[in-house]
């Protein structure tokens, strides 16, 4: 299948200070990327569908200013998490399909705010 | 709004067992349906998609099921081997412009030696 690359696997920052993760989709281009939370022990929660070159869809409760995407080209996602908080620790992962295609996800990014 | 569920929460099987994992979910009207596997702290492994049109799909020991009407999905392991601990999740696709996945509240499956 093809690959979609998430950097970086893991982060520790400090409260108040943003982050950003980045998708990358390395063999194929990614139409639409789509980023997820998970909690421990819970499932994957869809934050945010972004297409490339327009403004990102946010799920109801997801704080677009808080959560910025964006999606410039057809293979690069970022989603930034500003202000970060020692709520918003949780693990994070980034899925990408183009037209007609399945959504092949990234690996994961383990944000812990302390 | 599609909800997806999974049965049972968790399951520990001993080596050798075959086993079933359910999903279901509300809304039929799906695109297709996709069974995922996730390691602990790690990203997803894509096991089987089953198109709306399907009704089944295997590969190796796996064999996932599809029964729109009934808002249902079945995986099926074969002789389960301990590797086969994982977590399990099935995910609904929603058709339209950008195929969204809803995903299910996953099965904790650990198999013992």
């Known amino acids: 299948g093809a690959v979609v690359s998430q950097h970086p696997s893991w982060v520790i920052c400090k409260s108040g200070t943003s982050v950003k993760i980045e998708c990358r989709s390395l063999d194929f281009q990614a139409t639409t990327m789509f980023w997820y939370r998970q909690f421990p022990k819970q499932s994957l929660m869809l934050m945010a569908t972004s297409n490339e070159g327009s403004k990102a869809t946010y799920e109801q409760g997801v704080e677009k200013d808080k959560f910025l995407i964006n999606h410039a080209s057809l293979t690069l996602s970022t989603l930034t998490v500003t202000s970060a908080h020692p709520e918003d620790s949780s693990f994070y992962i980034c899925?990408?399909?183009?037209?007609?295609?399945?959504?092949?996800f990234g690996q994961g990014t383990r944000l812990t705010v302390v | 709004k599609q909800e997806v569920t999974q049965i049972p929460a968790a399951l520990s099987v001993p080596e050798g067992e075959n086993l079933v994992l359910n999903c279901s979910f509300t809304d039929s009207a799906i695109y297709n349906l996709q069974w995922f596997r996730q390691d602990p702290g790690k990203g997803l492994t894509s096991l089987l998609l089953i198109q709306s049109s399907q009704r089944e799909q295997t590969s190796g020991r796996l064999n996932a099921s599809l029964d729109k009407s009934s808002g249902r999905s079945t995986l099926y392991i074969a002789a389960s081997q301990p590797g086969d601990s994982a977590t399990y999740l099935c995910?609904?696709?929603?058709?339209?412009?950008?195929?969204?996945?809803?995903f299910g509240t996953g099965t904790l499956l650990a198999v013992q030696p």
């Open positions: 899925s990408a399909r183009d037209v007609n295609t399945e959504a092949f």
């Open positions: 995910a609904a696709v929603k058709g339209g412009a950008t195929n969204k996945l809803i």
